[in-house]
């Protein structure tokens, strides 16, 4: 038995016989051309035809995997409309007087070395989107038609990484697992396989040999594990193992549409965290209260160089308010700073960045920028059940400036007949010490108050929660911080108003108790807990 070693990206046990995804493979020559504006016309007709493909692949896996999780061709439409990838291709084939194709893979290595290095990039991580792409062309510039994946059994597949859009033709019935060499654990192709929900484990490198075609193997999606041939012993242990898996979904999918109520009949909300618009098919999946937290700071991130418009935004608050319902949505505006960082605003020379420039603060100082979110927040508030949450709150000087802002904002769109939701809640993060000693007062100005637990521990302990060297004393459940927020519970519901905590704290089962207890209304935590913390609060006495 050989054991391989990976990612994890979507669990569960797949048992059978490996085989190798076959990409087919195309020789990208270069030739010189006599008229390159008519090789930039080719360029630009297969972009074209590219993207109405992408459309087309967007509208069908919207009702396979959700139309939040199709978002991503979506994505890879950007690229399509990237000047500085369409120019890149165009420069070579002016200046060089180089064929279209040749002009393609090299625009793209090039695209990817210079945008995949930045954090803020939307490239970054999501290099096999730019690839896809790419590959589409291609195969568009020479008239070949769709690849299909053509199986005849059901397989565990092996590759040396997968695009977005051959992992979105998977069908689930004949592909039992997915192993690559390569592949980031955020990548577009990751998000289709946890939403497949097909076991996989990426990431293996070259120790994922050819000569294993066609033997017996197991994934094990919870370790990020290969099993090769496996022994009796192993193979045992794997089927129990996933057997066991098996038993605690069906547990955990009945409690779909329950209620979270303790047995002595105390009840809390339990809403979801989220960072992305793909992130909303999980959402729905695993029937949470609503978004407790829209982490929007990720769409200044995805970005690139530019801000985010108002037009690109209000499409992202808007499908998620069309995809909750009735259920709400709470926007927290931009959290830029720290250990969040966008190209697209650029923050250097600060010694604590962690206490530095970010949140409201720099919503505050770019007061354009922080109008053309309100704005489109404040329009896709028209279509569903939305809150709007201010972040790294200190003062009650921030929050008046901010509902000021709000104000300006509100009455632009009242002046242009827009419609928008005149009595959208307002809320803040209690994410310092500071708020925690005016929560009172907060509270008498805000409709509701959320208690981000990371940021307040470190804080409150005066501890980095990213430094390994004092990890020993990092204490997230430090009696200071748990008596912090009993002092905001007390004060927030002696004003009629609700508290909710959406840090990690949040999904800590040994603090549930607790937290109902204090009498915390709202739980927040990743979709993927949503339904264990459920089940431990409907077994509470």
């Given amino acids: 038995?050989?054991?391989?070693?990976?990612?994890?990206?979507?669990?569960?046990?797949?048992?059978?016989?490996?085989?190798?995804?076959?990409?087919?493979?195309?020789?990208?020559?270069?030739?010189?051309?006599?008229?390159?504006?008519?090789?930039?016309?080719?360029?630009?007709?297969?972009?074209?035809?590219?993207?109405?493909?992408?459309?087309?692949?967007?509208?069908?896996?919207?009702?396979e995997i959700g139309e939040a999780n199709a978002a991503m061709f979506e994505m890879q439409q950007m690229v399509l409309e990237d000047s500085e990838f369409l120019n890149g291709v165009m420069r070579i084939i002016m200046e060089q007087k180089l064929n279209a194709e040749?002009?393609?893979?090299?625009?793209?290595?090039?695209?990817?070395?210079?945008?995949?290095?930045?954090?803020?990039?939307?490239?970054?991580?999501?290099?096999?989107?730019?690839?896809?792409?790419?590959?589409?062309?291609?195969?568009?510039?020479?008239?070949?038609?769709?690849?299909?994946?053509?199986?005849?059994?059901?397989?565990?597949?092996?590759?040396?990484?997968?695009?977005?859009?051959?992992?979105?033709?998977?069908?689930?019935?004949?592909?039992?697992?997915?192993?690559?060499?390569?592949?980031?654990?955020?990548?577009?192709?990751?998000t289709i396989?946890?939403?497949?929900?097909?076991?996989?484990?990426?990431?293996?490198?070259?120790?994922?040999?050819?000569?294993?075609?066609?033997?017996?193997?197991?994934?094990?999606?919870?370790?990020?594990?290969?099993?090769?041939?496996?022994?009796?012993?192993?193979?045992?242990?794997?089927?129990e193992k996933k057997r066991s898996a098996l038993r605690k979904i069906e547990t955990l999918e009945r409690l779909k549409g329950k209620e979270n109520v303790t047995q002595s009949g105390q009840k809390i909300d339990v809403c979801a965290n989220i960072g992305t618009k793909e992130d909303i098919e999980s959402v729905l999946r695993n029937d949470a209260n609503g978004i407790g937290l829209f982490r929007s700071e990720f769409i200044y991130m995805e970005s690139g160089l530019r801000f985010p418009t108002e037009e690109q935004q209000f499409q992202i608050y808007k499908l998620a308010a069309e995809a909750m319902g009735t259920k709400r949505v709470?926007?927290?505006?931009?959290?830029?700073?720290?250990?969040?960082?966008?190209?697209?605003?650029?923050?250097?020379?600060?010694?604590?960045?962690?206490?530095?420039?970010?949140?409201?603060?720099?919503?505050?100082?770019?007061?354009?920028?922080?109008?053309?979110?309100l704005r489109a927040i404040l329009r896709a508030s028209a279509f569903g059940n939305f809150a709007i949450m201010f972040p790294m709150i200190s003062s009650m000087e921030e929050v008046i400036a901010a509902k000021n802002v709000l104000a300006k904002v509100k009455q632009e769109l009242r002046d242009e007949k827009i419609l928008f939701d005149e009595a959208v809640p307002i809320g803040v993060m209690i994410e310092t010490p500071a708020a925690v000693m005016i929560s009172g007062e907060l509270a008498r100005e805000m409709d509701f108050l959320s208690i981000g637990t990371n940021d307040l521990t470190q804080f409150t302990l005066a501890m980095d929660r990213t430094n390994r060297r004092i990890s020993g004393y990092y204490n997230p459940k430090h009696p200071a911080l748990i008596k912090m927020i009993r002092i905001v519970a007390n004060n927030v519901h002696l004003e009629g108003k609700r508290i909710s905590i959406c840090g990690d704290l949040a999904a800590d089962l040994s603090m549930t108790e607790q937290f109902i207890n204090m009498g915390i209304d709202e739980l927040s935590v990743a979709p993927s807990q949503i339904l264990p913390l459920r089940k431990h609060i409907r077994e509470l006495k």
């Fill in 102 to 190: 040749y002009a393609v893979k090299e625009a793209t290595n090039r695209f990817i070395e210079k945008y995949a290095p930045r954090d803020a990039s939307y490239v970054r991580g999501h290099e096999a989107d730019v690839k896809d792409v790419a590959a589409r062309i291609l195969r568009i510039l020479a008239r070949i038609r769709k690849e299909k994946m053509l199986m005849d059994e059901p397989f565990i597949m092996a590759a040396r990484d997968l695009y977005p859009s051959e992992a979105a033709q998977l069908e689930q019935s004949k592909v039992l697992g997915i192993v690559t060499m390569y592949g980031s654990i955020n990548s577009h192709t990751a």
């Fill in 193 to 239: 396989a946890r939403t497949k929900e097909i076991p996989s484990v990426i990431g293996i490198g070259e120790a994922l040999k050819k000569q294993y075609e066609g033997k017996m193997v197991i994934v094990d999606g919870f370790e990020g594990k290969l099993y090769i041939e496996p022994d009796q012993t192993t193979l045992a242990k794997m089927q």
């Fill in 330 to 373: 709470v926007i927290r505006t931009t959290d830029i700073g720290g250990d969040k960082s966008a190209d697209c605003l650029e923050i250097t020379g600060e010694n604590n960045p962690a206490m530095g420039y970010r949140g409201i603060r720099v919503s505050l100082d770019k007061e354009e920028m922080f109008k053309v979110q």
């Fill in 1 to 63: 038995m050989i054991t391989l070693t990976g990612k994890k990206i979507s669990e569960g046990i797949a048992i059978g016989r490996l085989a190798f995804y076959k990409r087919g493979k195309r020789e990208i020559r270069r030739i010189y051309v006599e008229d390159a504006k008519k090789e930039i016309l080719r360029f630009q007709k297969a972009c074209e035809k590219a993207s109405l493909e992408l459309q087309e692949l967007y509208e069908t896996m919207s009702k």
